[in-house]
Structures are given as structure tokens and as C-alpha cells.
């Protein structure tokens, strides 16, 4: 099946600073999802970006669907961006309808 | 617009017990995906369910069943249960699941304690 790997695992910011978190994936995908974990579990919608680039405040997303690879960019960090980012795809072809595989996940920290 | 809604929050639960989890889609939505959340792990996909079918399945035991009612609500059951079934139970809801998918939106999660 597909695989999915996202970089840093962990990172560690002071408050104001900006980061880019990478996902990569191992074959074509034909819906790629970024979300939020907040501490209680939740997983919270960011992006819905299959192909192309999209903004919401401080936070922006790039997918690169020809090279297999998708940026998020978190500008201008708080602490309450503390938490997991997760990349999720949904492969393309076959019978994968809405199944999302997961990475492991980039666990940031923000310091104040 | 309520979104996905999912009971009970927690649950403990000794092994070899069964347990029932409960998913309440977001409006207007009619497909119900399940996922498993190890501790420091991604979710994994269990199944997903479309007009009241199992529509695909992931690597998981006859163990692990479902069911999708008319209303598009979904529950999630597993039987005999085991110390690693011991996880956060995550619905997800999106519209039909055509080639792709739509975007899929998460419950709070069901957070399953097996002793």
C-alpha cells in the first residue's frame, strides 16, 4: 500500500518563529488531507489540498502532486499551535474510495 | 451545522468483554470511515461504511465489526476484546466515496481502555 512519511517527527519552537513540516508520499494520491491533534484527541481539519496551494491566516499548504510530496507552513508560531500535524492521503486508483493512510505524525512544541 | 458526534468518550473495559462505539456523521454527509489511534501512532483505517455496507476494509480481525443505519449513523463493535485493542476510536464522515474521496471530518474519538 501506500506509504507516507512526514519530517520532522519533532520540533521545538520559541513563540513568533516559522516552520515548514514535509510530507511525502509513494504513489500518486488523489486526495491529501493536513490536520490539527489537539491534546484531547481531536483531529482538526487544516487542509484539504489534493494538488496546488492554499492559505487560512498563518498557516499555508503546497502540494506538489507530480513529485509526491505536500508543505506546511506555520508562520509566525503561538503556543497554541502546540500539538500534532498529521499528513493523511487517500490513494489513487484500485478501490481506495475514501480510505486516508496516515504518517506517524510531527509532534511541534511552541515555547513562549 | 452540528459535526461528528461520537459516545461515550471514555470506556473501560475488561478483556474478553465487548464493546459497542457509537459515530453520528456530520450533516449532510452519508459515509462513515473508523480508525484506530495507538498511543503515538497515526490512525489506522478499520473500514468505512456506504449505504449501509461495508464498503472497504483495512487489516483488522473478524473482531472488529460495524454497522451503518438508515440514518447514515454508524456503530463500531468488537468482540473478545484483547490489552492491545486499548486505543482512541475515531470516526470520520464525508460524502459518498467516489474514486478519492471527499474530505473526510473527525469525531472527537472514543478512548477505549482494556484491562
Known amino acids: 500500500g501506500i506509504q507516507v512519511e512526514q519530517s520532522p517527527p519533532d520540533l521545538i519552537l520559541q513563540e513568533g518563529a516559522n516552520s515548514t513540516l514535509r510530507c511525502n508520499f509513494s504513489d500518486s494520491v488523489n486526495n491529501l488531507q493536513w490536520f490539527h491533534q489537539n491534546p484531547w484527541g481531536q483531529l482538526i481539519n487544516l487542509f484539504y489540498i489534493p494538488s496546488g496551494t492554499k492559505q487560512n491566516g498563518r498557516l499555508s499548504a503546497t502540494t506538489v502532486a507530480t513529485e509526491r510530496y505536500s508543505l506546511l507552513y506555520i508562520s509566525s508560531s503561538q503556543t497554541t499551535d502546540s500539538g500534532v500535524y498529521f499528513c493523511?492521503?487517500?490513494?489513487?486508483?484500485?478501490?481506495?474510495?475514501?480510505?486516508?493512510?496516515f504518517g506517524q505524525g510531527t509532534i511541534l512544541t511552541v515555547h513562549p | 451545522d452540528a459535526g461528528v458526534t461520537q459516545s461515550p468518550t471514555h470506556l473501560i473495559k475488561t478483556r474478553g468483554q465487548q464493546v459497542t462505539l457509537r459515530c453520528s456523521p456530520k450533516s449532510g454527509h452519508d459515509t462513515v470511515s473508523w480508525y484506530q489511534q495507538a498511543l503515538g501512532q497515526g490512525p489506522q483505517f478499520i473500514f468505512q461504511?456506504?449505504?449501509?455496507?461495508?464498503?472497504q476494509r483495512g487489516n483488522f480481525p473478524d473482531r472488529f465489526s460495524g454497522h451503518q443505519f438508515p440514518n447514515y449513523s454508524s456503530e463500531l463493535n468488537v468482540n473478545a476484546l484483547l490489552l492491545g485493542d486499548s486505543a482512541l476510536y475515531l470516526c470520520?464522515?464525508?460524502?459518498?466515496?467516489?474514486?478519492?474521496?471527499?474530505?473526510?471530518?473527525f469525531g472527537p474519538g472514543t478512548r477505549l481502555t482494556v484491562t
Open positions: 470520520a464522515s464525508s460524502f459518498a466515496p467516489v474514486q478519492g474521496g471527499y474530505e473526510q471530518y
Open positions: 461504511y456506504y449505504e449501509e455496507e461495508e464498503r
Open positions: 493523511a492521503v487517500v490513494a489513487a486508483g484500485g478501490t481506495s474510495y475514501g480510505k486516508l493512510t
